[in-house]
């Protein structure tokens, strides 16, 4: 998928001004950022469900500005719950949207993948907001897409569906399917994410891997360690000469030693604080 000079404005606000994106097959891409920074309209352009104003894009080889249907039936959207749909059951439901997509899998396995086997003849109504969120993604990816968009997935999950949910994103992308996935969960793009761009007032402000985002490898670490009964801290682009020098001074165990480096969440705040100046 490729965007070059993406660019959106609703009346007088720039929702979007001028956003590069390359994302490659079979990779799991986040895009990260502040509420209103223009990440739904990105997506919601690349899904072919909005205009732009300018811009070149590329998703599976053609203009989302011109869907197709056959286009269509190779992307799969995760929205937020269809309320419509509260009166049938889950495994309705999955059937009847499987009945849109000309290579869909089979719905009984797919309600297995994404935890709700035992909810399948429940109407949709009596489910949790997490099962419903489950439900979601059954609808998803019941087509059996190339490309699959998660637009905050996991919001009212519990921790273990949390990590189910996980479980399966990865086997998804392990039998290669491109996802994008938006989210605010910073733990979420460290645990699932190839690669990740923050978005803030509609532009770009940093992409690259969770673990080296904004220089995050490379910054300054955090060395403290308890001297008698006072905790000292000392921050240095060499932390692995402070602790050679620590262990020599205490001649072994280092008591109370941590080195710390910035969070993926340190990096995020800093990276949007200097994308709003
Ligand atoms: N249909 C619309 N009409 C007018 N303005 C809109 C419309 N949709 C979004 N906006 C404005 O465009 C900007 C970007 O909104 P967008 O929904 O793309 O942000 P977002 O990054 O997805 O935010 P969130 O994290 O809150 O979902 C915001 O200032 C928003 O108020």
């Known amino acids: 998928m490729r965007v070059r000079g993406l660019a959106k404005r609703y ?32 997506v919601e352009i690349l899904e072919g469900y909005r205009t732009r104003d300018a811009g070149e894009v590329s998703v599976l080889g053609a203009d989302p500005g ?5 286009w269509r039936s190779r992307i799969g959207i995760v929205l937020q719950t269809a309320e ?42 009596q489910l949790s907001g997490g099962q419903r969120r489950r439900v979601d993604v059954a609808l998803g990816v019941i087509g ?9 997935p996991t919001t009212g999950f519990d921790p273990e569906a949390r990590r189910q ?16 996935l938006t989210t605010h969960y910073l733990d979420e793009v460290e645990a699932l994410a190839d690669r990740v761009t923050v978005v803030a007032g ?16 490379t910054a300054k670490a955090t060395v403290s360690w308890s001297e008698g009964d006072e905790r000292r801290s000392l921050e240095t682009d060499a932390p692995t000469g402070t602790v050679l020098e620590l262990t020599g001074r205490f001649d072994g165990e280092v008591p109370g030693l941590t ?19």
Do not use: M
């Open 11 to 42: 009346g007088d606000v720039q929702a979007v001004g001028g956003i590069d994106l390359d994302i490659r097959e079979g990779e799991v891409f986040a895009i990260l950022g502040p509420n209103g920074a223009g990440k739904s309209t990105t």
């Open 66 to 70: 011109r869907p197709t249907r056959e």
């Open 84 to 125: 419509d749909a509260a009166e049938v059951t889950v495994r309705e439901a999955v059937r009847h949207v499987a009945g849109y997509y000309p290579r869909a899998k089979d719905p009984d396995e797919v309600i297995e993948q994404v935890g709700l086997t035992e909810k399948a003849g429940k109407r949709i109504r």
């Open 144 to 152: 059996d897409p190339e490309l699959l968009f998660l637009d905050e």
């Open 165 to 180: 949910f996980w479980d399966l994103i990865r086997s998804l992308a392990h039998d290669g399917t491109t996802i994008v």
């Open 202 to 217: 509609g532009r770009v402000v940093a992409e690259g891997e969770p673990g080296t985002l904004g220089g995050r490898a």
């Open 259 to 277: 080195v710390i480096r910035p969070s993926l969440e340190d990096i995020y705040l800093r990276l949007i604080g200097a994308g709003a100046r």
